[in-house]
């Protein structure tokens, strides 16, 4: 993408609505635009960045099995009579009628959906297990919508359900889950902490939250710092394998890590004084196993082998995929802008020309732009004809963590630039060695 060509509309003033500094850089570096309270237009440098983010997320459950569908916005308010859910869902369900008179709502989440459709579908344990998803946009009437994307009315989550003869088996889904959602937020370049969490209106004993630490989180979270220590790395997993899930659920969850909800001050104290932590953290996600609450409620149930007719386990497990996009930038930024890790980066390096319209700088960037794109890396050009320091603060506050900057001065060397916006540093090099790097530097990623 070339600059001039681009619809990028920064912004040079700080925006005052802007609490946080997540917020502050959406805003800034025209990620979004917000259109009523809690409600935002993804502008296409956001968009970019959602989107790859919820390419990964499929990757991940795609990986762990799960299998992608997708349900509509609006329901009908019937299912969610059936389960009781109408009236317990209180102020938070943004409820619509259409023209016959019909109530509707904007789905808060998609429970009562899921198991109608597999009661109309499923009446046999051979069908089981199984684990549909999809990644829609949801609805919340929050009380008091703020800081930008990460607690929005509309918002974007990744919600999956899944379907299981008995507990145990209920419980590896719940397990894979685990595991799938570590290996997805180390791949976006965060640190999610599966924390012990409280049941809320979806209900059930087996449930964990994942939390992102940062100062500007809205939930009070306590833990050993030895699980900040845990990293899952590129080990590979048999999704199919119970004991070596259970074994990654055990690895992750046994050292003390709970939010205000569940914590418990005389556990707390067994943790050795030195590694106890008290934090603030952002919540990405939340799996749940709540056993037959909604399958008994709403019918939906197998023959087992021994011919009885059983209502199914199940469990469901969200992603926040658009408060991530929140969470990421507070957890990786600097005074001048955002700082992308590699694994989410809307374009993978910046190309900035020192002296557009000189014909030699010129040459040199649009052949490093046809190299790079020929090798299947998306760079963005600045072909403006501004300043360089202009130029270096779109780039620093857009937050490519790779910049490669041409000018004449280098090139009579047969040099650029290559710099990391995460370390500041940069080092002289030929042009096709900077592209060399950075291909090796994005190898499996890109
Ligand atoms: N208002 C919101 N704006 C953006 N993301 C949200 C919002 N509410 C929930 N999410 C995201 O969706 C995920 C799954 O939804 P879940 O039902 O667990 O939310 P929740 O526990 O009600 O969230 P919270 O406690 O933050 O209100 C959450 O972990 C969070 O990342
Ligand atoms: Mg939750």
Redo the contacts with the bound molecule.
Sequence with gaps: MRLTRYFLPVLKETPSEAQIVSHRLMLRAGMIKQAAA?IYSWLPLGFKVLRKLEDIVHEEQQRAGHIPMLMPTLQSADLWRESGRYDDYGEEMLRIKDRHGRDMLYG??NEELITDIFRSHVGSYKDLPLTLYHVQW?F?D?IR?RFG?????E???K?GYNFDLTKEAALHAYNRHLVSYLRTYERMGLQAIPMR?DG?P?GGDYTH??LVLAETG??EVFYDSAVTDLSFGDRQIDYDDHAQCAAVLEEFTSKYARTDETHDEALFNEVPEERRRSARG?????IFYFGTKYSEAMGATVQGPDGQVVPVHMGSH???V???LGAIIEASHDERGIIWPEGVTPFHVGIVNLKQGDAEADAACEALYASLTALGLEPLYDDRDERAGGKFATMDLVGLPWRITVGPRGLKNGVVELTSRRSGESEELPPEEAVQRLVQIYAGRA
């Design positions: 809690g808060p989440t949801k919340r929050e919508p994307v990460m607690r929005g009315r918002f974007f989550m919600d969490a809320g979806i939250e994942f809205e939930s952002i919540e990405v996600g939340q969200g992603i926040g658009s408060r991530l």
